[in-house]
Nanobody, 115 residues
């Protein structure tokens, strides 16, 4: 059974940092691209970051312009884990964050950036 279980998130002040994790199971993580999305209240879900699989020629990582330089996506294929390190958080980063791999979504985790 393919499953993604997220951990992390919470309340942080502007300028702070959080790390989200996504534990995957039921498939070989290294064979699949992974992505992080977020959805703010009243807005559509948007892509935040994605990284190609280890089998892709010329592995690459892409970020939304709004998070470039502040967020870092990483993966540990041996541990079947995916991470999103978020630094210098801003109130506009407040949203529910989701990981996605192999066509499956994590359950979502709330990130709130507020003084």
């Amino acid at each position: 059974q393919v499953e993604l279980v997220q951990h992390g998130g919470g309340l942080v002040q502007p300028g702070g940092s959080l790390r989200l994790s996504c534990a995957t199971s039921g498939f070989t993580l290294g064979r699949f691209p992974i992505a992080w999305f977020r959805q703010a209240p009243g807005k559509e879900r948007e892509g935040v970051a994605c990284t190609s699989s280890r089998e892709d020629r010329g592995s690459s990582t892409l970020y939304a312009d709004s998070v470039k330089g502040r967020f870092t996506v990483s993966r540990d294929n041996d541990k079947n884990m995916v991470y999103l390190q978020m630094n210098d958080l801003k109130p506009e980063d407040t949203a529910v964050y989701y990981c996605n791999a192999n066509g499956v979504w994590g359950q979502g985790t709330q990130v709130t950036v507020s003084p």
